[in-house]
């Protein structure tokens, strides 16, 4: 029995099979499938799911990439579905820096490019990221304010923002629980976290040539410290890579997991589902 912590069953990619898609998770071993809204017009789709399939459960929040792109005060919408009795979590939220505002003008305008080195054009750039910063840190503390208010656990995206995402973090310790979804930072950041009580999540990343870092963090983590998932339909693990990932991949996540750690399938497949149960509040209790 095993648990896909993080999927995105709203997505397009599910529309024209959705039914059986959740069947073939029941078949290879997954038995429940948690989904993740990334906007509150997602989250509203994601409780949808919940509420239609018995086994799917549903978390709600606004991607950091998305802040921008919602009203500016989303939090009564979200707290309004945040309520609902099949949400495990908020989220995803966090901190994501990969493409800041000032590179994709850059690559946009080949005028900007050649001028990046101009002083005025420096200074729009380091406005302009500076505000989008700005959005995601407001944004994500209205998340872990809401978290905290409602007794709910919290989903984290954290791209190229590690010390910041922490920092923020470290002022909720004692009042909020988090996961840092689709880790694949260093052991050592791992343990950081996870001595603050939160926990990791592992995805098909772990079945990757080129993921030896991921696959040392796995190796060093203790056994009740991390939780497995998919984030599909992203990121299908191998022999899958570059097909569209569903949530009967967490069985090859988990294997390659136990693989790593020296440990049976069946048991990183009991190891994860309790640490999810209590996590995501599925077993009736609070973490």
Same mark, same amino acid.
């Given at each position: ?19 059986? !898609? ?24 994601? &409780? ?5 399939? #018995?086994?799917? @459960?549903? =978390? &709600?929040? =606004?991607? $950091?990439?998305? !802040? +921008? ?6 939090? $009564? ?28 003008? /850059?690559?946009?305008? #080949?005028?900007?490019? /050649?001028? +990046?080195?101009? !002083?005025? +054009? ?27 208010? *409602? ?9 190229? /923002?590690?010390?910041?995402? =922490? ?15 689709? %880790? ?15 926990? =990791? ?6 079945? %990757? ?16 410290? @991390? ?5 599909? $339909?992203?990121?299908?693990?191998? $022999? ?6 569903? #949530?009967?991949?967490?069985?090859? !996540? ?16 009991? +190891? ?9 509040? *599925? ?5």
């Amino acid at each position: 029995m095993l648990i896909d912590t993080h999927a995105h069953l709203d997505y397009p990619d599910f529309a024209a099979d959705l039914d059986a !898609v959740i069947a073939g998770a029941t078949g290879a071993g997954v038995t429940r499938i948690i989904t993740i809204g990334t906007g509150i017009e997602s989250s509203r789709r994601a &409780v949808a799911l919940a509420e239609k399939h #018995p086994n799917v @459960f549903a =978390v &709600v929040g =606004v991607h $950091p990439t998305n !802040v +921008q792109d919602e009203p500016g005060d989303f939090l $009564p919408a979200l707290r309004e579905l945040a309520r609902h009795p099949k949400v495990a979590a908020i989220g995803e939220t966090g901190l994501d820096y990969h493409h800041l505002p000032s590179e994709e003008a /850059a690559q946009s305008s #080949p005028a900007m490019s /050649a001028l +990046q080195a101009e !002083v005025v +054009q420096d200074i729009e750039a380091s406005v302009m990221d500076g505000a989008y910063r700005n959005a995601q840190a407001e944004a994500f503390n209205v998340h872990l304010d809401l978290a905290a208010e *409602l007794g709910l656990n919290v989903v984290i995206h954290q791209r190229d /923002a590690w010390d910041d995402t =922490v920092d923020i973090l470290k002022s909720y310790t004692g009042k909020v629980r988090a996961v840092f979804h689709c %880790f694949g930072n260093r052991p050592d950041q791992a343990a950081e976290i996870i001595a603050l009580g939160h926990l =990791v999540s592992f995805t098909g990343i772990v079945t %990757f040539k080129n993921a030896a870092l991921v696959r040392e963090t796995v190796a060093a983590i203790g056994a009740d410290d @991390f939780m497995v998932e998919t984030d599909c $339909p992203y990121l299908a693990p191998a $022999p899958f890579r570059g097909q569209r990932c569903e #949530p009967a991949h967490t069985r090859l !996540v988990a294997d390659k997991v136990g693989e790593v750690r020296g440990q049976s399938l069946e048991d990183i497949a009991a +190891q994860t589902t309790r640490t999810a149960e209590k996590f995501f509040r *599925l077993g009736g209790g609070k973490s």
